[in-house]
């Protein structure tokens, strides 16, 4: 299943933080998630117009950030 890719949603504000993301740990800010993922896997992005873009990640990389984020000494 790790296979499985994952479609990370991202808006940007007019000030180019981020605003909104998909997939977002609760204990992590939009643009903290947007700067985990971004530090690893900057080859997945793809930006789009409007002030969005997109992650394209497997599932098994998108649980192991997840769960890594979740843990008190990552945030």
Known sequence: MDS??????????????????????????????FNLLSDGLLDQYQALAGGRGIFRISRGKVESLRAEASTPSAA
């Open 4 to 33: 499985d890719i994952v479609l990370i949603h991202v808006r940007f504000g007019s000030d180019g933080t981020v605003v909104e993301i998909s997939e977002r740990p609760a204990p992590l800010s939009p643009q903290q998630w």
